[in-house]
């Protein structure tokens, strides 16, 4: 019987066959609507039936070695690699050997095989960033689908820092950093926006002593990224783009409130910098965009997700891979006073019941920036900095393309 015929929610359970060494043979056991089952007839009205099925879906580990403090690789040796083995699923193993390792098996190999409707499962091992480089490889442009393309399906094991799409999606509500949902769960589409930028915008890398070409430019010649987890400019874009070297990357979760303190209590004694420049909420039909009521802002951030890290709940709203972008602003205050306000987010996010907080769902924005210095034009998508050029601004809006589904516990239809 052929796997795709037999819907997923009407699975009860998968085994593999008896005798059979491949790993590709499976008993499925499955339900199905009995036609003539009715209350009067006090017959339940599902029966189950039990198929032989061939299937062999080509399944990746990607281990991506550079996540948080480095434990990707010991964690797929001691943990990944047994579990799989005893199953007897069969699989290719790849580590990150760069941060474009991720991003050029995604252009290449995984595009390739999802234009041509083949089935793939990835088991990545890595944060928030291994997850956009797939999202930015596999759905660069829409012109690269075929009509065959078939979404690969992700299960992800939390080895990063903030691992806020983990967190956000449930994978790691019980005590098996994401097996269990990696085994029993059920595939969902990962929301994703799209940030279109100014011609100058640039990629930092190195440690942002460095600048790079963005992957995707489009027609016009504006650079464009894609993001599943946030898109932030002010504070929070400070302190993830100034915490991203290998000296606090040592320090794990703890490297942002490390940031954080040097952003608030600059080593010079200045106050916290205020930011500069025009920021806009995107609308949906013939509604033009709605600026925000002051020039000066503190946090800017856009994001689908309700956690950015374990208990940071930075938009309680928010439900797993509802596909909502949520916008939550503030304007300058004193450094006693942002603290305040991420001390709420911590406690179950009541910061957006703060005043001195706006919080509301968006279909995008836009930034227009006001910077001399180009370290307040840096913006931050899923962990990756961008610095935008003098007078420049950027427009982040969701994005209805589907490129991957993500393993969560709950199915979604
Ligand atoms: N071998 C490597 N050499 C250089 N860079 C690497 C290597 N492996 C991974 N990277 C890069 O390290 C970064 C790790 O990002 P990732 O988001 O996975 O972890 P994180 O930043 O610690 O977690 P999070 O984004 O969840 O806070 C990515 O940019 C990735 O491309």
Redesign the pocket.
């Known amino acids: 019987m052929d796997w795709d015929s037999i819907p997923r929610a009407n699975i009860i359970a998968v085994f593999p066959a008896e005798g059979d060494d491949t790993g590709s043979q499976h008993d499925v056991l499955y339900a199905v609507e009995s036609k003539n089952g009715s209350e009067e007839e006090k017959a339940p009205s599902l029966s189950f039936r039990a198929a032989k099925v061939h299937h062999r879906p080509n399944i990746n580990v990607l281990v991506?070695?550079?996540?948080?403090t480095g434990l990707a690789t010991a964690t797929f040796e001691s943990l990944v690699k047994p579990l799989l083995d005893h199953l007897k699923i069969k699989y290719a193993v790849q580590s990150?050997?760069?941060?474009?390792?991720?991003l050029e098996l995604g252009q290449t190999i995984f595009l390739t095989r999802a234009n041509r409707g083949l089935e793939q499962g990835m088991i990545l091992l890595?944060?928030?960033?291994?997850v956009v480089?797939l999202v930015n490889a596999l759905g660069a442009s829409k012109l690269r689908h075929s009509n065959q393309y078939k979404k690969p399906t992700l299960a992800i094991l939390p080895l990063?820092?903030?691992?806020?799409l983990a967190h956000s999606a449930g994978v790691t509500a019980d005590k098996t950093m994401g097996l269990a949902t990696m085994l029993r769960g059920a595939p969902s589409s990962i929301p994703i926006f799209r940030a279109r930028f100014s011609r100058g915008a640039k990629l930092l890398v190195n440690e942002g002593r460095e600048e790079r070409e963005l992957d995707s430019i489009d027609a016009d010649g504006h650079p464009n990224a894609q993001g599943a987890v946030v898109f932030s400019w002010g504070f929070h874009a400070t302190l993830v783009g100034d915490s991203d070297t290998a000296e606090y990357?040592k320090f794990g979760a703890e490297r942002f409130k490390m940031a954080a303190k040097e952003a608030l209590y600059p080593s010079d004694g200045s106050p916290p910098h205020d930011y500069s420049g025009k920021v806009s909420i995107l609308r949906s039909g013939p509604l033009g965009p709605k600026p925000i009521d002051r020039t000066h802002h503190a946090y800017v951030l856009a994001t689908f997700c309700s956690h950015l890290?374990s208990g940071f709940n930075i938009s309680p709203a928010s439900m797993p891979l509802d596909g909502k972008l949520r916008l939550i602003h503030f304007g300058p205050l004193g450094p006693e006073q942002v603290m305040d306000v991420m001390h709420k987010a911590y406690d179950n996010g009541r910061h957006v019941d703060d005043s001195r907080v706006g919080y509301e769902e968006v279909e995008g924005i836009r930034i227009d920036f006001d910077e001399e210095d180009g370290q307040w034009r840096r913006v931050c998508i899923?962990?990756?900095i961008i610095r935008v050029e003098k007078g420049g601004w950027v427009e982040v809006r969701k994005d209805s393309t589907k490129v991957l589904d993500l393993l969560v516990e709950q199915q979604k239809q």
């Open positions: 991506s070695t550079g996540s948080g990150t050997k760069s941060d474009r390792s991720i890595s944060g928030d960033g291994g480089d990063g820092t903030g691992n806020a990357r890290e899923d962990g990756r």
